[in-house]
């Protein structure tokens, strides 16, 4: 007997994971969204449908076929500690340019969600500012290496792996900045020592400065976790 729940629940797994270990973000269904941060410059070309996949607008080979604008951004996920690939459209860059004006792309995080199922052709985005970025994330994405959006766009280069889309400019295993370093130990110093302890022991160091490049993403999630746990209510009555 066919288990129809087992093959929906490994369906949904399957269009998980490969959401996330490809590099382009998807947002395949009604309400799916992605919180992240605009990095770097856009890369825009005309493209026509092929019935499979886009393809770049050549006039001489597309007589009969009207091309649609399509814009590529570096996209960095916090959620997966992965720098990705966002693409959209003409009614999307606007709002990209849109929030761009008024908060600025490097001072926010966005939450980009979708209006519309799969194959709806009024289906839209929303872009959202959802967090400002602090001081310890601006370091890190400096530090991140940007993916080649040109050379996605013509195929010439697959899609990354995750290490790949991580990899600092400096190496992954390579120190974090003096600057990183001082903010991170500013930070732990408000935590008691024996969270500071297990913080250092859970990424096998004794020092932050030993901490490497590759792990800072998770520090910096992990340090967060602890100050939202140790910080002290607010008394309204005070």
Not at 33 to 58: H, I, L, M, N, Q
Not at 125 to 134: A, G, H, K, Q, T
Not at 202 to 221: K, S, Y
Request: with cysteine; proline share 5%.
């Amino acid at each position: 007997m066919i288990n129809h729940d087992a093959w929906e629940n490994a369906s949904q797994l399957a269009e998980k994971h490969a959401n996330q270990n490809g590099v382009f973000v998807r947002l395949a269904s009604h309400g799916d969204k992605v919180v992240g941060a605009f990095c770097g410059d856009p890369f825009a070309r005309e493209v026509v449908w092929s019935g499979e996949r886009y393809e770049t607008f050549d006039p001489s080979l597309h007589k009969d076929k009207r091309p649609s604008l399509r814009v590529m951004l570096n996209f960095y996920v916090p959620a997966e500690s992965a720098m990705k690939v966002i693409e959209g459209g003409t009614v999307w860059f606007k709002d990209v340019l849109k929030v761009r004006d008024k908060y600025g792309l490097d001072k926010w995080l966005f939450e980009i969600e979708r209006h519309g199922e799969s194959g709806d052709p009024k289906t839209t985005y929303s872009v959202l500012p959802e967090m400002r970025i602090d001081s310890v994330l601006q370091a890190l994405l400096s530090q991140i290496a940007l993916n080649d959006l040109a050379a996605l766009a013509s195929g010439e280069s697959p899609e990354l792996s995750d290490d790949a889309a991580l990899a600092p400019l400096g190496g992954a295993n390579g120190p974090i900045a003096a600057p990183v370093v001082a903010q991170l130990i500013e930070r732990l110093k408000a935590l008691p020592r024996s969270e500071v302890e297990a913080f250092l022991k859970h990424f096998g160091i004794g020092r932050v400065r030993e901490m490497t490049a590759r792990n800072l993403a998770e520090a910096m999630r992990v340090l967060a976790q602890l100050e939202r746990t140790h910080t002290a209510p607010v008394d309204p009555f005070a």
